[in-house]
């Protein structure tokens, strides 16, 4: 374990366009694992030029902010989360460090000596801030005597928003071919996984990527036979259970998410021109509801919301820590709940560059008066906004008002995204209802109930959207058990993602999301 915690750690191999690899006998120092390209030889200055090295560090400060956002998209599609600024401010702020179990290890990927990617990596000591749950595994393998952590993660701490996992440079893609660049990601992959196996690390996750990085590193999902898709589906897993080899490879895994989309399915995908325009998307009951919902809160208890974006937080003193304050205000109400951030963390990233991408959703009683100031703010959400996509982070409120919840994080923010162009909101991992696997409805209970155990958000207009991570699983034993659980919960979750896509509450969308 020592090994791995040393400073840039690193290890080599040939890249090869059209060649495959073959995996030496890895040696007990990381610095000597290499995989050499088969096919025959290759000149000394060929093999200078395709060498590929990963180096370990032990904090984003020793990557520089240039070196490091040269890997984010020109178009500013990237997430913002993988942005240096906000991965700094958790480390500096001290969120993240070896006290609160995650470690980090950050990967820079050499080809031919030049850097061309960063890789945000963690030692994991626990499962708390991740949003993709594994802690029934960490449960299984613990009852079966498998130490379970720590665990190498690939993420981005306490944040449930996809994105590039594997950042590489714009250069480096164009230069590169689909096929080639997918190799790349699945050498980095191989390399985390003899990092873990090397330093005893029970597996590696890769949380939050996208589609294309999980089917480089883990292949596509798997559709059952034609014969399984008219088999009962407990009859489908027995007999998946009994085909079952063990594979030494990463799994891929799904869950579920609940977007909005600017896309109105009623005038062939156009933006909505209003939040009414939203509205006359629902059912006549539906519509009636949201008004009196907005009504309860806008009227009846006179309260308003207003957007406070970049800079302009700064305007308002004492804004920043109110927020913060209201942050602490839900996790001080949850018996689960956990503080993540730290005040030191919001007062960083408002001096960083990073202020240009936050929003602050503030509501407060209109008899305040037309100026804003941070004491008469009674509820609010942290947002993020990048790219045309509004992330929704945290909620808190100091004073229960009914509705207030769904008036700020949603039909505020809905109206925000409307009125500015902004594609998609992405509200995070909350939500109502059932969430695991073995409890979801089954097609009768929603069929005779379309509201049975379903996400609150996705009857008010949210899409279910298929969120991706993949899995590699050091013990055989409990390789083979998650691969099974994983497969079916996959199984679930295509047929409820599919199912609720058709019935959207904004008009069916079958066919237009993944």
């Excluded at 990967?107 to 990596?121: A, M, Q």
């Excluded at 489908?236 to 891929?252: C, E, F, I, P, T």
């Excluded at 308002?316 to 503080?339: A, C, P």
């Excluded at 996400?455 to 409990?478: M, N």
């Amino acid at each position: 374990m020592r090994r791995l915690l040393a400073l840039a750690t690193s290890i080599s191999f040939f890249w090869a366009q059209s060649l495959c690899f073959t995996c030496q006998q890895a040696s007990k120092k990381l610095k000597k694992t290499s995989f050499v390209a088969a096919g025959g030889e290759r000149s000394d200055d060929e093999q200078s030029r395709n060498v590929v090295q990963f180096n370990l560090y032990p904090s984003i400060s020793n990557i520089s902010v240039q070196e490091w956002d040269s890997c984010l998209a020109p178009d500013g599609s990237s997430s913002p989360f993988i942005e240096h600024a906000w991965l700094r401010c958790l480390e500096e702020s001290k969120c993240i460090d070896k006290e609160t179990g995650w470690v980090p290890r950050h990967v820079s990927i050499k080809v031919g000596g030049e850097v061309c990617g960063f890789v945000p990596l963690y030692v994991k000591h626990h499962s708390m801030g991740e949003f993709v749950f594994d802690s029934g595994w960490a449960e299984a393998a613990q009852a079966n005597n498998i130490e379970y952590y720590p665990k190498l993660l690939v993420a981005v701490p306490f944040t449930p928003a996809t994105g590039t996992r594997i950042l590489l440079r714009p250069e480096f893609l164009e230069r590169n071919t689909r096929v080639q660049v997918a190799k790349l990601r699945k050498m980095l992959s191989i390399f985390l996984k003899k990092v873990a196996c090397e330093n005893k690390l029970s597996s590696v996750h890769i949380n939050f990527l996208t589609e294309d990085e999980a089917v480089d590193i883990a292949g596509d999902l798997k559709d059952g036979s034609v014969l399984e898709q008219f088999l009962p589906k407990k009859l489908k897993s027995a007999l998946k259970g009994l085909q079952y080899v063990d594979q030494d490879q990463y799994h891929r895994r799904t869950s579920l998410q609940y977007h909005w989309t600017n896309s109105n399915s009623k005038k062939n995908g156009l933006p909505y021109k209003s939040f009414e325009d939203y509205l006359q998307c629902f059912k006549s009951k539906r519509r009636i509801t949201i008004r009196r919902e907005r009504q309860k809160v806008q009227v009846d208890e006179n309260i308003r919301v207003d957007a406070v974006v970049g800079k302009d937080i700064l305007k308002y003193e004492g804004l920043v820590e109110r927020m913060f304050e209201i942050y602490r205000s839900t996790i001080d109400k949850l018996f689960w709940g956990n503080q993540y951030l730290s005040l030191d963390f919001f007062n960083l990233l408002v001096k960083s560059t990073f202020i240009d991408n936050i929003c602050f959703m503030c509501a407060r009683r209109r008899s305040s008066g037309e100026q804003l100031k941070a004491a008469d703010v009674i509820a609010g959400t942290f947002n993020v906004i990048k790219g045309g996509v509004f992330y929704g982070r945290y909620w808190g409120c100091l004073e229960e008002v009914k509705n207030l919840h769904f008036e700020t994080c949603y039909w505020s923010a809905i109206d925000y995204c409307i009125q500015n162009g902004l594609q998609r909101m992405e509200p995070g991992a909350g939500g109502g209802g059932k969430s695991s696997v073995n409890s979801l409805p089954s097609l009768f209970e929603l069929d005779s109930n379309p509201w049975f155990c379903i996400d609150y958000k996705w009857v008010r207009g949210f899409d279910p959207a298929l969120i991706h991570s993949v899995h590699y699983i050091s013990h055989p034993g409990l390789r083979k058990a998650v691969r099974q659980y994983i497969d079916f919960e996959t199984e679930s979750n295509l047929e409820l993602k599919d199912y609720l896509l058709e019935r959207s509450a904004v008009g069916s969308r079958l066919g237009s999301r993944k």
